[in-house]
């Protein structure tokens, strides 16, 4: 779908993004597919290319991007705790090749957060030192997702964490490892475990931490036409999250297949209008909770391809916050990006 652009000049920092290369592992997802491992098999393969089509035309004011882990270009020869700082080296690459000017103004992976297992207790530290080893100038910290539920046709599989995860002691031994090194943490977690990352916050308030996607409300499987009957139990869990000083929140995330906003895709063609009236709820909530200080716009490219074209995306965001004053504008869209992932100099 084609729209015209609004406020074109209008700095944004991406704060979440991946890149992969799924077609090796394409014998893994089931037939019939989940509509999430769907939209994955259809954009099997995401790389520079690919993203960076995606930015330099859309007409958006990109300054830079964070990328986010996915698991893709692990290093098995590192050994089974080491393999994910293949992924960052990885990253790593592209943001070099970005920064070599050739490919327009944008600092592509300008921050990067891997991953680390933090079931290994305090061993979580050998980890997240070869991390920062790997890139010490753009590795900003971690996400270890937590996403769980009862009913294992919500996620489908692989993509289920262990129930609880944020509770574990073991976990959160090596949780703590993140603020000796000064990292920040992303969480992702479905909409009925938000209380788990209430919890974590509160137990660690001096830990930077991220909620990633609004916290995913739901509307598949078991949860298929309950957003409306759940939307109260969730925005009281967002309001209580974000009493927790040391939390932000992504504002994106919400054309996954998981939400329901919209149900068709991927890439179903809906225009902007359309999608920031489904969003409209979820949106105001956080950051009626968070505030614009805390709270940071974000693609989730290329998964929420399924129900958004990365321009129109970001005008249905835009239609959010046309009240909005310039002050405000500017944190939602890069202040709190830069901030938060310390990526200030992309705003100089």
């Known amino acids: ?58 007409g958006h004011k990109i300054l830079g991007t964070v990328f986010m882990e996915c698991g893709a270009f692990y290093n098995g020869a590192y050994g089974e705790a080491l393999k994910p700082v293949g992924e960052v080296e990885y990253v790593n690459g592209v943001a070099a090749q970005s920064a070599s000017g050739l490919y327009g103004p944008q600092a592509y992976c300008a921050g990067i957060i891997g991953h680390a297992n933090l079931l290994l207790g305090s061993g979580a530290g050998a980890v997240l030192d070869a991390l920062q080893e790997a890139a010490p100038r753009r590795f900003r910290g971690i996400r270890h997702q937590g996403a769980w539920d009862a009913d294992p046709e919500v996620l489908g599989p692989p993509f289920h964490a262990p129930e609880g995860l944020y509770r574990d002691s073991a976990f959160r031994a090596g949780f703590a490892e993140l603020a000796r090194r000064g990292l920040t943490f992303d969480a992702w977690v479905l909409e009925p475990q938000l209380p788990d990352v209430i919890d974590l916050a509160r137990a660690f308030p001096d830990q930077p931490i991220c909620l ?134 992309l705003l100089a």
């Not at 989940?34 to 259809?42: E, G, K, S, Y």
């Not at 409306?228 to 009281?236: L, P, Y």
């Not at 489904?278 to 399924?306: H, K, Q």
């Not at 321009?311 to 909005?324: G, H, P, Q, S």
């Open 1 to 58: 779908m084609t729209e015209e652009i609004l406020e074109p000049d209008l700095p944004i920092i991406d704060p979440h993004h991946h890149l992969w290369d799924l077609r090796p592992l394409m014998p893994m997802f089931p037939e019939p597919r989940h509509p999430f491992i769907a939209a994955l098999v259809d954009n099997a393969y995401y790389t520079f290319d690919q993203l960076h089509a995606h930015l330099s035309e859309s």
């Open 212 to 345: 990633d996607h609004c916290g995913t409300p739901l509307g598949v499987a078991s949860y298929k036409g309950r957003l409306h009957e759940r939307f109260d139990i969730w925005r009281r869990n967002i309001h209580e999250l974000a009493r927790c000083e040391n939390v932000v929140v992504k504002l994106g995330g919400l054309a996954m297949a998981f939400c329901g906003l919209p149900e068709d895709g991927p890439a179903a063609g809906h225009g902007s209008e359309h999608l920031a009236a489904l969003w409209r709820p979820y949106i105001e909530t956080c950051i009626e909770a968070f505030g614009p200080d805390r709270a940071m716009f974000e693609s989730n490219y290329p998964v929420d391809y399924w129900g958004a074209d990365y321009a129109v995306l970001w005008n249905a965001f835009k239609r959010l916050t046309r009240a909005m004053s310039a002050e405000e504008k500017a944190a939602l869209y890069a202040g709190t990006a830069a901030r938060f992932y310390g990526l200030e100099e």
